[in-house]
T-cell receptor, first 112, second 117 residues
Framework: GENVEQHPSTLSVQEGDSAVIKCTYS??????FPWYKQELGKRPQLIID?????GEKKDQRIAVTLNKTAKHFSLHITETQPEDSAVYFC???????????FGSGTKLNVKP | GAVVSQHPSWVICKSGTSVKIECRSL??????MFWYRQFPKQSLMLMAT?????????EQGVEKDKFLINHASLTLSTLTVTSAHPEDSSFYIC?????????????FGPGTRLTVT
């Protein structure tokens, strides 16, 4: 099955700085890569996703890059704000099957 | 957007008893739903795929006789934890795909926190 690794496990940044979270995946057939934000005890919320036919996608302060050859993808958050503090999960999926395999998560702490 | 609900939101049960968790798609039909388990400060681990009209498919290492899944209708999947033990205490989350065909979009339920005493 798919194996997704995520780094770092924790990340502290100063408000206004950028944050980068990286993931690698093992199955070259995976072609859909969503990122989720999860607050304690809540459901994961999709923040951005990318498909394998695209190398980069941006939505305001959030961007995701994908390198299919190297099988890694990254989340970039610019101008971080305290409300960005949460746990972030990457995932990989064969989207025809919709099964998601999640990374281990990154706890982001944005210090005011 | 699409809404997925779960019931109950939390449950406490005694060791050895069984607990049923419901996952419903409220405004769309889902022939497939997924069940995940999340231990504290850990990731979501895919347990099984629930298929309407056929047997569920389980991920490697998940005991199918312990975690019974029934996809009773196009809007309801249930997960029954049988003979629960304290190590089954966890946050159980379901999800259902919805969106244009092949879009990959999934909607998650709010989760059910199970505590086994």
């Amino acid at each position: 099955g798919e194996n997704v690794e995520q780094h770092p496990s924790t990340l502290s940044v100063q408000e206004g700085d950028s944050a980068v979270i990286k993931c690698t995946y093992s199955d070259s057939a995976s072609n859909y890569f969503p990122w989720y934000k999860q607050e304690l005890g809540k459901r994961p919320q999709l923040i951005i996703d990318i498909r394998s036919n695209v190398g980069e996608k941006k939505d305001q302060r959030i961007a995701v890059t994908l390198n299919k050859t190297a099988k890694h993808f990254s989340l970039h958050i610019t101008e971080t704000q305290p409300e960005d503090s949460a746990v972030y999960f990457c995932a990989a999926s064969l989207y025809n099957f919709n099964k998601f395999y999640f990374g281990s998560g990154t706890k982001l702490n944005v210090k005011p | 957007g699409a809404v997925v609900s779960q019931h109950p939101s939390w449950v406490i049960c005694k060791s050895g008893t069984s607990v049923k968790i419901e996952c419903r798609s409220l405004d769309f039909q889902a022939t497939t739903m997924f069940w995940y388990r999340q231990f504290p400060k850990q990731s979501l681990m895919l347990m099984a795929t629930s298929n309407e009209g056929s047997k569920a498919t389980y991920e490697q290492g998940v005991e199918k006789d312990k975690f019974l899944i029934n996809h009773a209708s196009l809007t309801l999947s249930t997960l029954t934890v049988t003979s629960a033990h304290p190590e089954d205490s966890s946050f159980y989350i379901c999800s259902a795909p919805h969106g244009p065909s092949g879009s990959g979009e999934q909607y998650f339920g709010p989760g059910t926190r199970l505590t086994v005493t």
